[in-house]
């Protein structure tokens, strides 16, 4: 049987044009570890991370002798006076939520938890240069990337609508991720930023490949073999898969937010309170008291630091009601398996 044709000539090694989505928050080296044993690209999420720690990841990678996918944010951090002013307020809002949970003290603001690529990742990309690193919100200035570049790293991009796409490419990057309004987690737009602009996977893929010139790799809503096929005869020559792979035993997913996924009936929602960027999760309780999308909510990513004590004290009583519940729309895949049988599923949809 032979093999698909590779996305890159570097990554021949793998056996399917099949990236495993990075998820932060929700996975580790294990994960990616567990992927690239079985044929498919792993992918190591940075944007949560120390310098240190990523450093740590990827010589676990690389110990291995598996290629691998460094992601990082590239977004641009809201300016100091804004953020002061949002955060007060989203405290004000939250303050009944703490007091119903015994949390009258609020800790005020605490540092942003996702940083956008900087100078010290480049660092530790240029120790330990992996083969692939992608981007979500855009694409760090020009300085950063041509260091990225000088490394012989293909680099991988976000797009949410066809004109990012093509602003993607004309930056150079090797391929356009092509992430349809099914997607779990983050939308990675940066141009486009009203979903109202934006459109499902299959179509946004079908405009991207009959538009671009480089390689066209769909995510959103692929969970199945028959919908690897789909998304190929749209013109992707990957795909990129997030939550099929959330429930595997080797992916960090916390308890309360897997009991959900294997919920077949749990609607998502795009909402922006749990970060302040718009991300598409499973409804709960934080989502009911503000609407999914809420102008209360602070700029990405400062909405989560004031989130975090109602988060644990509420999670410590077993419930899920501040939690991010990231999720896709298609949960057809969530399996508690090891990722290598979810590699396995969605690889079938590669064979002739
Ligand atoms: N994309 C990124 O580029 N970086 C991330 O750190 C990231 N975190 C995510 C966390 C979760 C829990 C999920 C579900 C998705 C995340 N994404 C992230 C989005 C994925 O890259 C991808 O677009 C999405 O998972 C594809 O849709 P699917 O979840 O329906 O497979």
Redesign the pocket.
């Known amino acids: 049987m032979s093999s698909p044709r590779p996305l890159f000539p570097e990554l021949a090694g793998l056996r399917w044009p099949l990236i495993q989505?990075?998820?932060?928050?929700?996975q580790d080296a294990r994960l990616a570890l567990a992927v690239g044993r079985a044929g498919a690209l792993g992918s190591l999420?940075a944007?949560m991370l120390a310098p240190e720690a990523l450093a740590r990841e990827l010589q676990r990678m690389q110990a291995a002798d598996l290629p691998c996918n460094v992601?990082f944010?590239a977004h641009r951090p809201p300016d100091a006076v804004q953020a002061a002013a949002t955060d007060a307020r989203w405290r004000q809002a939250l303050a009944p939520l703490r007091a119903e949970l015994g949390l009258d003290e609020d800790a005020g603001p605490v540092p942003a938890s996702r940083q956008p690529f900087g100078p010290a990742m480049a660092e530790v990309l240029e120790r330990c240069p992996p083969a692939v690193v992608?981007?979500?919100f855009g694409l760090p200035d020009a300085a950063l990337l041509a260091r990225v570049r000088a490394l012989g790293c293909r680099i991988l991009a976000?797009a949410t609508t066809l004109r990012e796409a093509q602003w993607l490419q004309a930056q150079g990057v090797d391929a356009v991720?092509a992430?349809g309004l099914?997607?779990?987690?983050?939308r990675?737009h940066f141009l486009d930023t009203d979903p109202d602009q934006q459109s499902g996977t299959l179509a946004l893929v079908a405009a991207c490949a009959r538009a671009l010139d480089i390689a066209v790799i769909a995510?959103?809503?692929?969970?199945t073999a028959e919908d690897v096929r789909a998304a190929r005869a749209a013109g992707a020559r990957a795909v990129?898969?997030?939550?099929?792979f959330?429930c595997c035993d080797e992916a960090t997913?916390g308890p309360l937010h897997r009991a959900r996924l294997l919920d077949p009936q749990a609607p998502t929602a795009l909402t922006n309170l749990f970060s302040g960027g718009l991300a598409r999760g499973l409804h709960n309780r934080l989502m009911a008291e503000f609407g999914p999308v809420s102008p209360l909510a602070p700029p990405f990513p400062l909405a989560s630091a004031a989130l975090a004590p109602l988060r644990a004290a509420a999670e410590r009583l077993g419930r899920d009601d501040f939690t991010p519940l990231?999720?896709?729309?298609?949960r057809a895949g969530c399996r508690a398996v090891p990722a290598a049988e979810i590699v396995e599923v969605l690889a079938a949809g590669f064979l002739p």
């Open positions: 989505a990075p998820m932060a928050g929700a999420p944007a992601n944010f992608s981007f979500h976000s991720i992430q099914e997607a779990g987690g983050h990675g995510a959103g809503g692929i969970a990129q898969v997030g939550t099929a959330l997913t990231w999720s896709g729309t298609n």
